[in-house]
């Protein structure tokens, strides 16, 4: 039942965890009373077995635990299936989740980069709820990066210009305080919203923060940048977010410029060639 290309990926999986997989998956399928309803498939670190159950179309998922797969598990429960896939079970401990089924086959990464926009504003609006007081605040992981900035631009030697770096260290100085308890997905971005019965559109993997929805607009714009060629069409996008979203576009801006240099910095750290390249773009696009 696991695909070869699943165990045999490029990218470093527990052998431990796949060893007894398969064992897992047989004990979930009768522990949940499902039946395996078509061809496995499977992501970068997630295996997704479309089940039934009672006649109802559900996929059962498995990732190696960890502590995102349980920040996914808390997040999904937090929102209940709104603007969220519908969890009906979860084993943290085997890093199991019985979800509805979407259309695994269709996400906003299908649409024009513009609509795609606007399907993302939306859903950071429709996530908007009174978030709970123990989720982490997006004024404080602000702040907490804002400090280090200018350390990590010196520690690299200057890797481009200190006014970008300033740039920077502006738009945070509006970011570090909230008086917002919104809840917030701290990673939204197209290829994460699919095909929904219940809604248009339903994200998948949210993580769950508490404060400003603008938070990661940033990943929202960066994930689609090579679709946006001039500074034009970037400021363009992030317009249609805002508006989308009902946030105001200058603050909406300076969330983008903090969060593109924080990533620019972490990126080239991490060696990283593209994902720096669009951070210039957008920060040179938007001061």
């Known amino acids: 039942?696991?695909?070869?290309?699943?165990?045999?990926?490029?990218?470093?999986?527990?052998?431990?965890?796949?060893?007894?997989?398969?064992?897992?998956?047989?004990?979930?399928?009768?522990?949940?009373?499902?039946?395996?309803?078509?061809?496995?498939?499977?992501g970068s670190h997630a295996l997704v077995i479309p089940v039934v159950r009672d006649d109802?179309?559900?996929?059962?998922?498995?990732?190696?635990?960890?502590?995102?797969?349980?920040?996914?598990?808390?997040?999904?429960?937090?929102?209940?299936?709104?603007?969220?896939v519908h969890l009906l079970d979860a084993d943290p401990a085997a890093g199991a989740l019985l979800l509805?089924?979407?259309d695994m086959h269709h996400s906003a990464l299908d649409l024009p980069s513009e609509e795609a926009m606007a399907v993302l504003g939306a859903m950071a609006r429709r996530l908007a709820v009174p978030a709970?007081?123990?989720?982490?605040?997006?004024?404080?992981l602000a702040l907490a990066r804002a400090d280090s900035l200018e350390a990590d631009w010196l520690r690299q030697a200057?890797?481009?210009?200190?006014?970008?770096?300033?740039?920077?260290?502006?738009?945070?100085?509006?970011?570090?305080?909230?008086?917002?308890?919104?809840?917030?997905?701290?990673?939204l971005h197209s290829a994460q919203v699919l095909r929904g019965n219940r809604e248009p559109w339903l994200t998948v993997d949210p993580i769950l923060l508490r404060g400003d929805i603008?938070?990661?607009?940033?990943?929202v714009l960066w994930t689609r940048l090579d679709e946006m060629p001039t500074p034009t069409a970037i400021a363009a996008h992030l317009t249609i977010?805002?508006?989308?979203?009902?946030?105001?576009?200058?603050?909406?801006?300076?969330?983008?410029?903090?969060?593109?240099?924080?990533?620019?910095?972490?990126?080239?750290?991490?060696?990283?060639?593209?994902?720096?390249?669009?951070?210039?773009r957008l920060v040179t696009a938007l001061t």
């Open 132 to 140: 709970p007081p123990t989720a982490r605040s997006t004024a404080d």
């Open 56 to 84: 109802t179309p559900l996929v059962l998922r498995f990732n190696a635990p960890s502590e995102d797969v349980t920040a996914h598990i808390e997040a999904l429960r937090f929102w209940q299936g709104r603007g969220t």
């Open 241 to 280: 977010i805002a508006e989308t979203a009902d946030i105001p576009l200058h603050h909406a801006r300076n969330w983008v410029v903090f969060r593109a240099i924080d990533y620019w910095l972490w990126g080239l750290d991490a060696g990283l060639t593209e994902d720096p390249h669009r951070c210039h």
């Open 1 to 42: 039942m696991i695909p070869e290309t699943f165990r045999n990926s490029p990218i470093p999986r527990d052998p431990g965890w796949l060893a007894t997989l398969p064992a897992a998956i047989e004990h979930h399928l009768a522990a949940w009373h499902l039946r395996p309803d078509g061809p496995v498939t499977h």
């Open 100 to 102: 509805e089924r979407l």
């Open 214 to 219: 603008a938070y990661d607009l940033a990943r």
């Open 158 to 187: 200057h890797p481009f210009d200190r006014a970008f770096l300033r740039a920077g260290e502006e738009a945070a100085e509006t970011l570090v305080t909230t008086t917002s308890t919104l809840a917030v997905n701290g990673d």
